[in-house]
């Protein structure tokens, strides 16, 4: 591998100027250190995102007294994800990688202090508008891949992007056993128990957000820009008319492996919060203690994440639509196994791994196509219009998760995610098609 492979790509006119060739040298300098930052805030972050998914809808729940809205938690959380993944991306965008990830873990912070304030009040309304700002950890924690991928080139962009997503792994699988030591916590301070985990989500996603504002220096983005000759978007009207959601929307329609791209993570993302939204409800129903239901979700997220380099290296490897697809066929198969799991804990675990896993392969594989596939200026707004569709998609199975469960059960839950992954077998034949 030379090291023209681990940089940024190289400049369209080979007679590069003396800027843009020490540009290109510092790209290759500072990729170490920008992947080993970005790494390190995905493990401080991870802790934050995911030590509230065993509690949040239990807390929906005892606010409402009704096991019907204990989906709502996520779904605000996973709608505050895809509202914020734009605006992030465009701050990206304007100001480099540095201030839109910092800002993402800094409003998920706020967020989580507006959480718990709700559910401490019993302000089920607060509540939830607390769990939309708390969506910013969500979105920054998978805007940090695009971080990665600013300074690799097409052969290491799997992989590099995939360590960070691997970065995640140390917080997120600890964090949702965090309940027990989440309770006295949350006793010391005079909080209920369940609020508790919500409180290391918070301190968690400010300590992300600092480690971001002191340490990403120089800026990835920006420094794969000057690499590149690429000059940043000014504020004029133009700018903003070419970056714009309609713009971003009508490139990715015109290439078909950039919408095969953004359908595979959406279709990925909501297969996965669909079935793992109501896990927790259905494995308490079922007689499952608190710390059953944390090990399973931990499960689930160490096959989202711990796998990841794995996954990045197959993508560069065979490339990005067969790991996108086993990814897929990886889905159908997790649904399969905990749909038809009752309430036996040790299948419905297994089930949810198998899906973590198939997450990892969708997420991981088309986030690298997506970066190929389109020109250098237009991927941040259209990584950001992904981002947004991906969480809305997510959102949108988490809505319909609660109310699929009470009124047809968790078997049926599943064969609807499942169903998901069918759009995008039919753009992979028209993208073989077309070439």
């Known amino acids: 591998m030379t090291a023209s492979d681990e940089a940024a790509p190289p400049p369209r006119d080979a007679r590069a100027d003396p800027d843009q060739e020490t540009a290109r040298r510092a790209a290759r300098s500072a990729r170490p250190?920008?992947?080993a930052v970005l790494t390190g805030a995905q493990v401080v972050g991870g802790v934050g995102v995911a030590s509230a998914v065993s509690v949040i809808g239990l807390i929906a729940r005892d606010l409402t007294g009704s096991q019907g809205w204990s989906g709502m938690a996520t779904t605000m959380v996973t709608l505050g994800a895809a509202v914020l993944a734009l605006p992030l991306a465009s701050a990206a965008a304007r100001r480099g990688r540095r201030f839109g990830l910092s800002l993402g873990w800094f409003l998920a912070a706020l967020g989580g202090v507006g959480a718990i304030a709700g559910a401490q009040l019993a302000l089920f309304p607060a509540f939830l508008l607390g769990m939309v700002l708390f969506g910013a950890g969500s979105a920054t924690g998978l805007q940090s891949r695009h971080g990665a991928a600013d300074l690799a080139g097409d052969r290491t962009r799997g992989r590099d992007l995939s360590l960070v997503v691997w970065g995640?792994?140390?917080?997120?699988v600890a964090g949702p056993n965090l309940t027990g030591p989440g309770a006295a916590v949350a006793g010391?301070?005079?909080?209920?128990?369940?609020v508790g985990p919500l409180v290391f989500s918070t301190v968690s996603f400010a300590a992300?957000?600092?480690?971001?504002?002191?340490?990403?220096?120089?800026?990835?983005?920006?420094?794969s820009r000057a690499a590149a000759g690429t000059a940043p978007a000014d504020k004029g009207g133009a700018s903003r008319q070419r970056g714009s959601l309609a713009a971003s929307l009508r490139a990715i329609a015109a290439e078909p492996r950039a919408l095969l791209a953004i359908t595979g993570m959406a279709a990925s993302h909501a297969s996965m919060i669909t079935v793992m939204t109501m896990t927790p409800v259905h494995m308490e129903s079922g007689g499952a203690q608190l710390s059953v239901i944390g090990v399973t979700i931990s499960l689930h997220i160490a096959g989202m994440y711990a796998l990841s380099p794995l996954v990045g290296w197959l993508a560069d490897r065979l490339g990005r639509v067969p790991v996108l697809l086993t990814g897929q066929a990886l889905i159908v198969g997790a649904a399969a196994?905990?749909?038809t799991a009752g309430?036996?804990?040790?299948q419905v675990a297994a089930g949810l791994i198998l899906l973590g896993l198939g997450w990892s392969f969708g997420l991981v594989s088309a986030s690298a196509l997506l970066a190929e596939s389109l020109p250098p200026e237009r991927r941040p707004q259209a990584q950001g219009t992904a981002d947004l569709l991906m969480h809305s998609f997510g959102a949108a199975g988490s809505a319909l998760s609660g109310v699929t469960l009470v009124a047809l059960g968790f078997g049926p839950l599943n064969a609807v995610a499942a169903a998901l992954v069918v759009?995008?077998?039919l753009l992979a034949l028209?993208?073989?098609r077309t070439g």
């Open 33 to 35: 250190r920008v992947l």
């Open 168 to 172: 995640t792994t140390i917080g997120s």
């Open 188 to 194: 010391t301070l005079g909080l209920d128990p369940l």
């Open 208 to 223: 992300a957000g600092t480690v971001v504002a002191l340490l990403l220096r120089p800026d990835p983005l920006l420094l």
């Open 337 to 339: 196994l905990a749909g």
């Open 343 to 346: 309430h036996d804990s040790t």
């Open 423 to 425: 759009p995008v077998l």
């Open 430 to 432: 028209r993208a073989r």
